[in-house]
């Protein structure tokens, strides 16, 4: 891998680290700035958000995480300005209202911009217990 590969996908894997602590802190107007405007969020349901739809969610309580602990294997793949993130996670808290809690894979991809690196999409998808 090139060294400005490494880079981008180092700058990657920090702003996700960032949007996981916004997240478990609630921090809306953080979040406002990390997910693009136009970010789509697809529950582990299959449910699909927007961003608006999200934060709503953080802000009422609906969504609320209390612990993400990632696992080993997370993956960063960058296109230039493109980049998506895969990552093993367990999950215990609520999303969209509804229970979460156990092993699921999250994929993400971002987008870089005048803003920086902002989310675009974000899955969770549940992992069945090895």
Same mark, same amino acid.
């Given at each position: 891998?090139?060294?400005?590969?490494?880079?981008?996908?180092?700058?990657?894997?920090?702003r996700y680290q960032t949007a996981k602590q916004f997240n478990m802190k609630r921090d809306v107007a953080a979040l406002e700035k990390?997910?693009?405007d136009d970010?789509?969020?697809v529950?582990?349901? %299959?449910?699909?958000?927007?961003?608006e739809q999200n934060l709503?969610?953080?802000?009422? %309580?609906a969504t609320e995480l209390l612990t993400m602990i990632e %696992?080993?294997?997370?993956?960063v793949r960058v296109y230039q300005n493109s980049a998506v993130t895969t990552t093993p996670i367990t999950i215990k808290g609520q999303y969209g209202g509804q229970h979460v809690n156990g092993l699921y894979r999250s994929t993400l991809f971002w987008t870089k911009g005048p803003a920086g690196w902002q989310l675009v999409c974000d899955q969770l998808t549940a992992l069945s217990p090895k």
């Open positions: 891998m090139r060294l400005s590969a490494i880079k981008l996908a180092l700058a990657v894997s920090s990390i997910w693009a970010s789509v969020f529950s582990v349901s %299959g449910e699909v958000l927007t961003k709503a969610n953080i802000k009422s %309580g %696992g080993d294997g997370m993956t």
